[in-house]
């Protein structure tokens, strides 16, 4: 199958990370303000970590909320339009617009013109829950005329999994640590990288 490998494309990311970088660590920097104090419920746009590595983008606490962005380049990796995220008491939200993933191993992108995720606490003492939407999504492959889109679901159920090899895209996931629930957008997983869209975590700690 013709297209792109993985690793050229995150070695010629590592190469731009010198000047790169910088930008990616202002927008997180910018984004957690100083004396914040963290809280269990939070919210951030964007993360990364592995061979490249991106800070929480926008990150937010019941203390700081809301935090915007302008949005992430990191060319040849992932590029986002706007970033809002919300954090209170009883839910989080997190929202990011004009999603595009780059050179995903057999794949070449994936696309979303917005995507969110929220989680709220029960008012009645149950466990938090959540979910998220995910507009005009798919993952396409230029390189290949004749291998069709593959859609991505707007209202996907919990942990949908899209595998493509090495290659594993994870829409609405969510995962509950000791009370706490995340909620991921979409995640996406290979060998010695992740990336993370649109998060939202809230713990009943913060009732």
Not at 149 to 178: D, E, H, Y
């Amino acid at each position: 199958m013709k297209g792109t490998s993985v690793n050229r494309i995150l070695s010629r990311a590592v190469k731009v990370a010198g000047s790169l970088g910088v930008v990616g660590g202002a927008l997180a920097f910018a984004a957690a303000p100083a004396g914040a104090a963290p809280t269990p419920t939070y919210a951030y746009g964007l993360s990364a970590f592995g061979v490249i590595h991106i800070a929480p983008v926008a990150h937010v606490n019941v203390g700081s909320t809301p935090q915007v962005s302008a949005g992430v380049v990191y060319p040849g990796f992932v590029t986002t339009g706007g970033i809002l995220d919300r954090a209170k008491r009883f839910q989080a939200y997190s929202q990011v617009g004009a999603v595009k993933v780059y050179g995903l191993s057999q794949v070449e992108q994936l696309n979303a013109s917005m995507v969110s995720s929220t989680c709220r606490l029960s008012l009645f003492g149950g466990p938090a829950f959540g979910g998220a939407t995910i507009q005009a999504g798919s993952i396409v492959a230029p390189d290949l005329p004749f291998f069709p889109p593959i859609p991505l679901i707007r209202n996907p159920a919990p942990n949908t999994v899209i595998n493509l090899g090495s290659l594993k895209v994870t829409l609405n996931k969510q995962k509950f640590t000791k009370g706490k629930l995340t909620v991921t957008g979409i995640y996406i997983a290979i060998p010695g990288q992740n990336l993370s869209i649109a998060v939202s975590r809230c713990n009943n700690a913060d009732r």
